[in-house]
């Protein structure tokens, strides 16, 4: 009995720590992203669907290009600073590591920068802004990872945080201020939002000189060695994961059967719609920021499974509350932009990915609980062939839905491939290192999130109610969802 009993309070401290860690972590991540999310929508008030098409094809590329700049190290840094013999050298051989990795991407990107220009269809000062825009960002990696690594959630979080408002601060400038004063640049709108975020993240850069001083030296080419043969497979599962979160906008103005300026406006109006199931992510990624250092403390204990398996639970009801958040209050939400911006109408034609597309996030995240399990048993290869699997279903999805039904098509791609990696990863998993979730509860608390959800779109809204009886009957539904999560979960 006080064997369990000490289990059980262990395991409540371990959730306690993971919910303070999440909420400070979140308060960067979420802010962060929740600003440059904004920022996406106050834009459109100062640039064409096109323009805002350029935009979302560029930040795709760079989901790409940071996981093969940091090809794993910040996972492998976590990994090997807890090991005794490593710990030493772990950070200074990470950030060795990548800046190797971003000298030979500066080389690589001036010689065939006119090539790349030609390849994307857009200038090559666009390509140049760019190129800079991504090693000041990879480059403070190491850093960031190591405040983790320390415990130091509210610093890590100052820092992001000025990194997003030193990023709108001069987009304001740019976009707003400057011209009040009839002062202008021989620079294209989008080059604005590329010079902006060089100057973020140099200065951002500048901010975390304080942790370059647990630099050694000297490289330790055997941990380095060590460290590849771990992350490497990390850099697979990362490349691929960001084939099936980005790929879409990437390749979409290839696949679809319009001309050039209507697909990149097509474009837009998928990657505004597209912005609405990053709250989601921000929560993702907070909850990742804290939960990676966690579950690897806890690797080795005895509670580790059933930690992971209430974790895995909580997470999914926390999501859940995010989605219904979004899809019942979305007519409200829909009014307040058409009053910023009455061409904002324009881009809500394609409102109807927003729930898909969360939904896809959110099996994203399970994924991301079930996959802890391959890496603090070091089987990261498992996790490559899963990943891979996903961004081959990707890939052939959109290849064959995106000319036929537009933008929806890379939507299902996306949840397609989630939930296939989710139910691979859960079959490997319960395999391998079983794990005993509670997975009834779990699709429980997904299906009737999904139902209130249908039960407003083809029920409540084609009435025709007002707005404020819409939004009344929306705070209802998701008022019945936490109460009867609350119902029953509160004995524990």
Known sequence: YCRNFTTSNNILSTLKRLATDTAAYGVSSILARLINFLFGFLVIKYITQAEFGTFTNFYAYAGFIQIVLTHGME????????????????????FYSILIAALVFIILI????????????????????????????????????????????????????????????????????????????????????????????????????????????????????????????????????????????????????????TNKEQLGIYGFNYKFSMLVTMFLQAYRYAAEPLFFRHAEKSDSKKILAETMKYYTICVCILFLAIVLFLPIIQYGFILYSPKSASYFAGADIIPILLMANICLGIYFNISTWYKITDKTYIGAIISIIGATITIVMNIILVPKIGYFGGAWATLTCYVSMVIIGYATEQKYYPIPYDYKRILFYLGFAVVLFLILKYTVLPINFNLFINTTIAFVFITVYIGSAYLLEKKK
Do not use: C
């Open 110 to 261: 001036h010689i065939f920068q006119q090539s790349i220009a030609d390849y994307v269809k857009e200038p090559a000062l666009y390509v140049k802004f760019f190129l800079w825009m991504m090693v000041f960002d990879t480059l403070a990696a190491i850093p960031f990872a190591a405040l983790r690594k320390q415990g130091r959630p509210i610093l890590f979080a100052a820092l992001k945080v000025v990194n997003i408002l030193l990023f709108i601060v001069f987009n304001i400038l740019f976009f707003i201020v400057l011209p009040k004063f009839n002062y202008y640049f021989d620079f294209t709108k989008v080059s604005y939002i590329f010079i902006s975020n060089i100057f973020a993240s140099l200065i951002t850069l500048l901010l975390l000189v304080k942790q370059l001083r647990l630099l050694h030296f000297s490289f330790d080419w055997k941990l380095h060695k060590r460290m590849l043969s771990y992350s490497l497979p990390i850099m697979l599962v990362g490349f691929a994961g960001m084939i099936n979160e980005v790929l879409d906008r990437i390749i979409m103005t290839r696949l679809l059967p319009f001309d050039d300026l």
């Open 75 to 94: 996972t492998a840094f976590f990994r090997f600073a807890n090991k005794e013999d490593s710990k030493a050298h772990a950070f200074s051989t990470a």
